[in-house]
């Protein structure tokens, strides 16, 4: 990326103004210069998601969430050596710094690579009925619909090949069929599908128990009913770096109360809040494994990602979570599935 100007932000600048700068420059990452472009630090996705998940104000000065320290090249070093660093120090952008300390350039690794061949494996819960979306789903499966130009499930499959994941397992259970006659054995997309029938309704978790085999790799899961243009590399990244053995992907959720709440001591009042706005961290649907996980998930049941959670923690093991801040749509109501059509093309297509 030769105009690192488009990522740059002053140290003054707010949280929330670079936010923007980084959705908007797509590389996950701003750089925080001085007037007279020297480098004061980068600011990274995560370093923003912590920042959400600590309740911080996104009205302070990014100086207090930045890297005051990142690794740093110089212009003239070869691409290969550029890649071996960003590899050896598991990041994925680094800032080009002269001799004087001022940024000339950034590098950016996905730009000096081909998408790195993932073993992940990646399991889609593409077995549900699709009830609230009937009459649409009387004669197609839910992952099947068509949004934009193309089912559901596809544009999910293309979003994980376009980070390098290329095995896949499919969980079906109604209109299977159908499913499996449209993607087949993944090879029209270059990628291994396999599909895991479940005989009856297991839930969101459940079908992980009839996977043939477990995998020696971390997995994810994720719904077959949901879009997003979550960058799944940088999850696993944010999985390993918390040393978790299972993550949960979030979304920030607002619920406003329509009436003043009072603030009381015993009968004394205290205070009055007129139609305060609350907000919850709510399950995005999306999920990151270790192998070890399913050993907590019981054998052709019924089970819930929520249960396998809850059952983690119980049992002392690290869980963490990780904010989805990237377009994220559920499609299980006909609201939802004609606001995402509606929402396709400037996503998904640009």
């Known amino acids: 990326m030769n105009n690192w100007r488009e990522i740059a932000v002053r140290p003054d600048e707010s949280i929330r103004e670079t936010l923007e700068v980084i959705d908007e420059g797509a590389v996950q990452i701003a750089i925080v210069a001085d007037g007279h472009d020297h480098l004061q630090g980068i600011v990274t ?14 009205g302070a000065p990014v100086a207090s969430v930045m890297n005051e320290d990142p690794i740093t090249a110089r212009p003239q070093e070869d691409r290969q050596s550029l890649i071996d660093t960003m590899r050896a120090r598991r990041i994925h952008q680094i800032p080009l710094v002269d001799n004087e300390g001022r940024v000339v350039g950034i590098e950016v690794l996905d730009d000096l690579l081909e998408p790195e061949a993932r073993p992940n494996p990646v399991v889609l819960m593409a077995g549900g009925l699709g009830t609230r979306l009937r009459p649409l789903t009387d004669d197609c499966p839910k992952p099947l619909l068509e949004v934009g130009d193309k089912p559901i499930l596809e544009t999910i499959l293309e979003g994980f ?63 077959g009913d949901l879009l997003t243009k979550l960058n799944f590399t940088h999850l696993l990244d944010f999985h390993r770096e918390h040393g978790a053995v299972a993550t949960m992907c979030v979304r920030e959720h607002e619920t406003q109360v329509p009436y003043g709440v009072i603030e009381t001591d015993d009968q004394s009042m205290e205070g009055i809040e007129e139609k305060p706005t609350e907000r919850y961290f709510v399950n995005a649907g999306i999920y990151v494994l270790e192998p070890e996980t399913l050993g907590y998930v019981p ?52």
């Open 45 to 58: 996705d995560g370093d923003i998601r912590r920042g959400i998940l600590k309740d911080l104000d996104l």
């Open 161 to 223: 090949i376009a980070h390098g994941f290329h095995r896949f397992y499919l969980s079906v259970n109604y209109k299977a069929g159908m499913i499996e006659d449209y993607f087949r054995d993944g090879s029209n997309w270059g990628v291994d599908i396999s599909y895991v029938h479940e005989e009856k309704r297991l839930g969101t978790a459940g079908p992980l128990s009839l996977l043939p085999e477990r995998p020696d790799e971390t997995m994810i899961v994720m719904n």
């Open 299 to 350: 054998e052709n049941e019924f089970f819930d990602m929520p249960d396998l959670f809850k059952r983690l923690i119980d049992e002392g093991k690290e869980a963490t979570v990780f904010p989805v801040r990237e377009y994220w749509q559920d499609v299980g109501r006909k609201e939802d599935f004609h606001r995402v059509n509606g929402e396709y093309e400037e996503v998904f297509d640009t």
